[in-house]
């Protein structure tokens, strides 16, 4: 039998989660987006010295942790400079001022956080290893 490797199998339990918890999360990419991509919010994050919004890319597997982390340690700023651009009518206002998916982040953080380390630790250690020379024993 394949399994493939350990860290594709690593990956896999965090696209479960992501998959069970898809409403918050596109909240969050939303969010992300829409501060990254318009000038005034990027000019906004800049005074503020808020480097720029991380995107969660599917192949890169730390990506969404990232992300999250933004998010998380950021709310308070991009809850002000949402809230100094935005229309309270607006979908992404409505998700910056929703206490709850800032409360679900912070979890989904606490459950990425680690495997994000640990693929970190993997890919590190895999890197190392491809680049050793190989030596021919004779």
């Not at 340690?73 to 100094?84: D, G």
């Not at 607006?90 to 989904?108: F, G």
């Not at 495997?115 to 993997?122: A, G, P």
Request: hydrophobic content about 35%.
């Amino acid at each position: 039998h394949s399994y493939g490797c350990r860290a594709h199998h690593v990956n896999l339990l965090p696209k479960a989660i992501k998959d069970k918890l898809k409403n918050p999360i596109e909240k969050i990419v939303q969010v992300l987006k829409h501060l990254r991509n318009n000038h005034s919010e990027s000019a906004l994050l800049r005074k503020h010295r808020l480097p720029r919004p991380p995107i969660p890319i599917k192949t890169i597997w730390n990506s969404f942790a990232d992300s999250l982390q933004y998010f998380v340690e950021h709310w308070s700023t991009l809850v002000v400079v949402i809230n100094s651009i935005m229309k309270p009518t607006d979908a992404i206002y409505r998700s910056m001022e929703d206490v709850q998916l800032k409360r679900t982040t912070s979890d989904l953080l606490c459950i990425f956080s680690p495997m994000s380390k640990t693929l970190d630790r993997k890919s590190c250690r895999d890197h190392i290893y491809s680049n050793l020379p190989v030596v021919n024993k004779q």
